[in-house]
Structures are given as C-alpha cells and as structure tokens.
C-alpha cells in the first residue's frame, strides 16, 4: 500500500476522522492566497499521521514559528525556493522536506535532479498559473521520464473515478499520493466516506 496524504486540513473534527481512516501524513497549508490556509491551530491536530507543513516562497522565520506552533514533521516547499534554501531550511529547522514540482512536460523533470541531496521526497503536481491547487491532473504518462533515485509523491486532480488509472502506475519510484480538493464537501472541509473509499480500493489493486 502506498503512502496517503491528505491535505488541506483545518477543522479539529474533520482532522480526527481523516486521521481515524489510517491515512500516513495530514498536510496544513500556510499560504495566505490558498482558500485552505490555516489561520489559527485546530483544536485538534493529529497524533498518528506525520504533520506536514506546506508553504510557498515563505521566510524561515514563518516556518520556524509554525513548526514551534503546530509541531511539523515534514515542511513541504511548493514554491520557486532554490536548491540551497531548500538545503538552509532543513538545516536550520531539523525537519525533512518535501519539494512540490509543477509538471507539464518530460523536460520538467530535470529540475529535480538539483534538490536530490536536500529532500525526502518530491511531489509531482499539475503546472497551473499559481502555485498547485489546480484540481487537475497531467499526463502521467510523463512519469515515465523520471528515473529517481528520490521517491516521489503524486498529486494534483486524483480522485476516486481515476482510481482504475492509478492502479496501472508501477513506477519504482512512486511512494504515494497526494489527495486534496476533489475529496471535499467545501474548502478545506474533507469527505470522509470519499477518502474511506479511495484508501480501501487502494488496497486491493
């Protein structure tokens, strides 16, 4: 069974629910421009699933007051930070990174090679004018011109229906997935019986 993430969490009980279905890591997003940035800290934060912190082109001294706050696990970078202050922000903070990358052509892949030796994982999203959230999926026949060696993270548009899809992707490297938007009720607000579903089929194929 691969790796779920879900992210885009805010509310305390819908945190619990999530976090009851066993999924591995609950991501909460401090981007002021996303309709699921956290404003205040949950009353309730998970306690099994790793907390995964997601920011864009933000200072260390943010993510450093938000991994003291809601006591991160993972600090995923979804914006244009270089190579070396992917490499400063994990040394300064202790914490293992994510690094997101926009993907809409093979070429895009070559970016990665640069932040190997400062990740614990990538995540491939769909390219879109901002930064992620498109709820669109590309072409993962693209994933074919990714040779490693860091394991990687699959998001952007998954949902149940492509479940059958996601069920052919064999790829070595291929650690998980990444589910957000088309698993809500509204913003930030997850559909438990959705993700239920998805994890459970996950299992049997």
């Known amino acids: 069974m691969k790796l779920i993430k879900v992210c885009g969490m805010r509310q305390a009980d819908n945190i619990r629910q999530i976090e ?8 909460f997003i401090f981007y002021p421009h996303s309709s699921r940035m956290v404003n205040k800290k ?19 001294k943010q993510i450093r007051t938000a991994i003291d706050e809601y006591k991160l696990d993972y600090i995923q970078l979804h914006g244009t930070e270089s190579p070396d202050l992917c490499k400063e922000i994990g040394r ?26 400062c990740c614990e994982y ?12 498109s709820g669109n999926t590309f072409d993962w026949h693209l994933l074919d011109a990714y040779c490693g060696p860091k394991p990687f993270l699959l998001s ?32 930030a607000v997850k559909d438990v019986d959705k993700i239920d579903y998805f994890i459970k089929r996950m299992k049997t194929v």
């Open 92 to 117: 300064l903070t202790k914490k293992k990174i994510i690094k997101a990358f926009p993907i809409a052509t093979a070429d895009d892949f070559k970016t990665t090679k640069q932040y190997e030796d």
């Open 42 to 60: 949950p009353e309730y934060m998970p306690t099994t699933a790793k907390r995964v912190g997601v920011f864009v082109n933000a200072d260390i």
């Open 122 to 133: 990538f995540l491939f999203d769909t390219k879109c004018l901002g930064f992620g959230g």
């Open 156 to 187: 952007g548009g998954i949902c149940n229906e492509l479940i059958p899809q996601l069920a052919t992707l064999h790829h070595k490297y291929l650690a998980g997935f990444d589910l957000n938007s088309k698993f809500e009720t509204a913003p």
């Open 20 to 27: 009851n279905l066993g999924i591995d890591m609950m991501g």
